[in-house]
């Protein structure tokens, strides 16, 4: 079984969907449970792994890694995706005092040598700097990827949670363009939208990926406003359409022409499975902004 596959660069293809691997450790696998669920997502077409150092408090590259390095020839089969540059307080990593941010040469190198011994590889397909350092020196950033690239470690470099802004200003240091920006889209979280990010993607022909598409399970449980008005249409258009709404979700954001990567966040193959739905959906221009609206609170001015 495949579906559709996205290019970021010319060469390094995602699938349309990603699996996030953020919430592994909370879901209390086996190591054979692990393979089974990397090998499901496979078989299903969703070949791309979305982690960062930090998950799982440094755990989940490892558990990942564990059961990723049970059968060889898995890693061929899938693109790996990771990020570094948070620095969280941690009984792993007790020198850390404070949660800080760290973009130097060394660290970003150190992060992505722990990564690959962690995750079992000797590559990393989209290593990604996790989130905006105002101490960011971007020559040393442009080191680190240097060596990284050379030495065979890192094959592609992007950002995530970054402004348009401070994406220009880390890309014009690089000798390779950064291929993606990964940032928080849903209908539960617009911002995307309104501060200039999707259009700066659009403008630099990358695509965007989406963290929390489902806004982390709240348009299921959340009892704040927003939630509450979201769901309500997501339940009619269910009853009417005969889909979930977690597929009505996923295919509202695949709809939008910036060809936006939706990361799945769910521990649950047959949750991935029915995503997959979404592939199949078509919704109106009406419609998309029917969610907009829900999401707003109010028509478009
Ligand atoms: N770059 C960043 O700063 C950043 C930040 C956050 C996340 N991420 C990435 O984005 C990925 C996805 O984020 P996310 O986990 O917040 O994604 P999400 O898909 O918005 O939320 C996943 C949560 O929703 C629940 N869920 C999914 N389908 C459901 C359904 N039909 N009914 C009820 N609950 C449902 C899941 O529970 P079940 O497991 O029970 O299905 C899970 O707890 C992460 O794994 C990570 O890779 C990146």
Redesign the pocket.
């Known amino acids: 079984m495949g579906i559709e596959r996205i290019n970021l660069n010319g060469s390094l293809a995602l699938s349309r969907l990603v699996f ?4 592994l450790a909370d ?1 209390k696998m086996s190591k054979d449970d692990t393979q089974a669920l990397i090998e499901k997502n496979i078989e299903l077409g969703v070949t791309s792994f ?3 150092d930090i ?1 799982g408090d440094y755990t989940c590259e490892e558990l990942f890694g564990r059961a990723l390095t049970q059968s060889s020839a898995l890693r061929d089969k899938m693109e790996i995706i990771t ?1 570094c540059g948070i620095k969280l307080i941690s009984k792993n990593r007790p020198d850390h005092k404070i949660k800080y941010y760290d973009t130097s040469r060394g660290h970003i190198i150190s992060s992505a040598e722990h990564s690959l011994k962690n995750l079992g590889t000797d590559r990393i397909d989209l290593l ?1 700097i ?2 905006p350092d105002p101490m960011t020196d971007p020559d040393e950033v442009a080191e680190a990827f240097r060596q990284l690239k050379a030495d065979g470690k890192v094959l592609h470099f992007g950002v ?2 970054f402004s348009p802004i401070q994406y220009d200003t880390l890309n014009a240091y690089l000798d390779d363009p950064l291929i993606t920006n ?1 940032v ?1 889209i ?1 209908a539960l979280c617009l911002d995307q939208f309104k501060n200039g990010t999707i259009e700066h993607a659009q403008l630099h022909d990358i695509c965007p990926m989406a ?7 709240a348009v ?2 959340g009892e704040d406003e927003k939630a509450i008005r979201v769901r309500k249409v997501l339940e009619q258009w269910s009853e009417e359409k005969g889909k ?3 597929q009505l979700l996923i295919a509202w954001l695949l709809m939008h022409p910036s060809k936006i990567i939706p ?6 193959i047959d ?1 991935v499975q029915k995503a997959m739905g979404a592939l199949e959906i078509d919704l109106t221009r009406q419609e998309w902004f029917e969610l907009w609206q829900a999401s707003e609170g109010q028509e478009v001015p």
């Open positions: 996030g691997v953020w919430r879901w979305d982690h960062a998950y990020k990604l996790h989130r995530s949670n990964q928080e849903s963290w929390s598409p489902l806004g982390g399970g299921f449980t979930s709404m977690d990361i799945l966040g769910t521990g649950k949750r």
